[in-house]
């Protein structure tokens, strides 16, 4: 049966943090460009804490909202508060422990509704929201292909959402203070959260399921 579930988000949590852990030298160098160079650092933290969180929690609902509490108090910074804000509105729209397909997409939805409770960036503004929106939309899209097939649909659209940042000037943030010449350097957010969805694509046993089914 094609499903998410707590044990299987667990798992999808862990590859995410050894996807951005792999690349979070990258991550920082591009955020020295445009930020203060640490977006690799935080966004390792804000994952491992999310990580470490699931360990301990019962329930696909409680665990989302257990590792969101817990990307949030790692740190002050805005990865760990958007992260954070994340799991916990996808917290809030769990509704069953089983998720079928429509099940994640709503509450990836929830999700990103909680994120831009915590930030008024939209798409074009240069941050992370312009690889997450469009994550977003394509699981909506893509309800029929099943679960591996929407987070490889969500995955393109990050990376191409993350890839537009790079001709676009940073509103938001320390960058914003560096105007037009953030032109030519891809949003640090944008690339991490494109990392996570890319992970997921390639981690989410879709083949096992087709075979079930
Ligand atoms: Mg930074």
Redesign the pocket.
């Known amino acids: 049966m094609d499903c998410l579930n707590s044990e299987r988000f667990k798992a999808l949590m862990d590859d995410a943090l050894a996807a951005v852990r792999a690349r979070a030298e990258e991550f ?1 160098t591009l ?1 020295a460009a445009i ?5 690799g650092t ?1 966004i390792v933290k804000a994952l491992a804490a999310a990580s470490a969180a699931a360990d301990s929690a019962t329930g696909l609902k409680a665990m989302l909202n257990d590792m969101g509490f817990r990307a949030m108090s790692e740190s002050s ?3 760990s508060t958007l992260i954070g804000a994340w799991l916990v509105g996808m917290s809030d729209g769990v509704q069953a422990e089983e998720l079928d397909a429509a099940q994640v997409a709503a509450i990836f939805a929830a999700g990103l509704a909680n994120v831009r409770r915590q930030t008024k960036a939209k798409v074009g503004d240069k941050t992370m929201l312009d690889a997450l929106i469009p994550a977003t939309d394509a699981l909506q899209a893509h309800v029929d292909l099943g679960i591996g097939g929407m987070f490889s649909a969500a995955a393109d659209a990050a990376a191409a959402g993350a890839a537009s940042t790079e001709q676009l000037v940073a509103r938001f ?2 960058a914003r203070n560096l105007g037009e010449r953030t032109i030519g350097h891809a949003d ?1 957010g944008a690339m991490s959260m494109a990392c996570i969805f890319q992970a997921w694509a390639r981690s989410f046993p879709t083949a096992t399921h087709s075979k079930e089914r």
């Open positions: 920082s955020d930020g203060d160079g640490d977006h935080a910074g805005s990865t943030g320390r640090p």
